[in-house]
């Protein structure tokens, strides 16, 4: 059975084009071709990238953060209600009306102080600024040091400034040691995300980046086995080059520089929507669509190929939605938060007394009647 699903896999109709078989894709004469069996480097890299990631967080980041007088604003745990907590835990963390109503007869409170417990449960769940500091970190000296490394593999290659050399001997195209490393890297840099993803900060396109991801793998990894291994480094370098820009306003918004972030944030609006939603379309899926029929009739490759390109654009479509939202609020000065980010929720509502730090280290009492709670950045 497994054999037969493994023939089937693997069948020369699905993968290359044409009378060819893998039989022709033998390394010989100095040519080394990409193998499926490649990939699984990716995992002990990818488990590497962790460690390395824990090591930077606290041994780089951290002081860092402190450096810029990134801290954590202190929060203070919810009064301990066992019926509270086991309807947080089990059902839901936003109650509807009615089981507020509910949970009130249960616990012989008022609605106003479930409603307030549930709100303050949900903070005390939410990531810090610290936290997300060190991850943004991570990403933006791995997103810089990956499009160098990438700049440095592709600016002698001709493809790089003639797309249709992207084509000529396909798929007789022998794999280069730079081509080998940037795609090791980056896919077990992209695995590594899947791996923590669920202890990573959760944003409201959580689960866009989730299909991003496994997008991304799966794009990655066919275009290795199926030798498009120079449209691959394209795509990457492409999203790189905006992704730097990105986690580097978030940094500068974390430590408060608001004028650069916001004047790093356009710079970035107008690189996402250059690089993803114009070359990546018109130039690089051009390029996978249109010119490949010229050297081969098209097969299942080529179109499944395309079809997770257009997966991709889809999902920078939906994101330069939020962008665009972004830059809207931002030109007429009511942007205060990331369109994605989870924030906090007011918890001086109705009159409820809290208790916050100022910059100086005191702990100070305010009431909410008169304290407007400011939306957070993130």
């Not at 009306?97 to 249960?106: N, P």
């Not at 202890?199 to 959580?206: A, Q, S, T």
Request: with cysteine.
């Amino acid at each position: 059975m497994i054999g037969m699903i493994s023939e089937w896999l693997w069948w020369d109709r699905l993968w290359l084009p044409g009378n060819l078989t893998w039989v022709d894709l033998k390394d010989e004469d100095g040519l080394v071709y990409a193998r499926a069996s490649h990939l699984y480097a990716t995992v002990p890299f990818a488990l590497g990238f962790l460690v390395l990631r824990y090591l930077f967080e606290r041994l780089i980041a951290t002081p860092l953060a402190a450096l810029l007088g990134i801290t954590e604003k202190p929060r203070y745990k919810v009064e301990h209600n066992a019926v509270l907590e086991h309807y947080f835990s089990t059902k839901s963390k936003h109650p509807r009306q009615a089981d507020i109503d509910g949970l009130c007869k249960k616990c012989s409170w008022s609605s106003r102080k479930v409603e307030r417990w549930f709100r303050k449960r949900r903070n005390q769940e939410r990531p810090g600024v610290l936290k997300k500091f060190r991850e943004v970190s991570w990403r933006l000296v791995f997103y810089l040091a990956a499009f160098v490394g990438g700049i440095i593999a592709l600016y002698d290659k001709p493809w790089f400034y003639n797309l249709r050399e992207m084509w000529n001997g396909y798929p007789r195209q022998s794999m280069l040691e730079s081509q080998y490393w940037y795609y090791i890297v980056e896919m077990s840099f992209y695995l590594s995300l899947v791996l923590r993803i669920t202890f990573d900060v959760k944003r409201k396109d959580f689960k866009e980046q989730i299909i991003h991801h496994w997008a991304t793998l799966t794009l990655l990894a066919f275009s290795w086995c199926g030798n498009y291994i120079r449209v691959g480094t394209l795509v990457m370098l492409i999203h790189d080059s905006s992704d730097i820009l990105l986690e580097s306003a978030k940094i500068f918004n974390y430590a408060k520089w608001g004028r650069t972030c916001n004047g790093i944030f356009v710079v970035f609006a107008a690189v996402f929507i250059v690089t993803r939603l114009i070359i990546f379309p018109f130039w690089i899926i051009h390029c996978t669509w249109v010119y490949p029929p010229d050297h081969y009739p098209p097969f299942f490759g080529y179109y499944f190929f395309n079809f997770m390109l257009v997966i991709l654009l889809m999902l920078h479509t939906f994101w330069a939605y939020l962008i665009l939202r972004m830059v809207k609020m931002f030109l007429f000065g009511s942007l205060t938060k990331d369109e994605r980010s989870d924030n906090e929720e007011d918890e001086e509502e109705d009159g409820e007394t809290s208790v916050t730090e100022d910059n100086d280290g005191h702990v100070k009492v305010t009431n909410g009647c008169g304290a407007g709670g400011g939306a957070n950045h993130h």
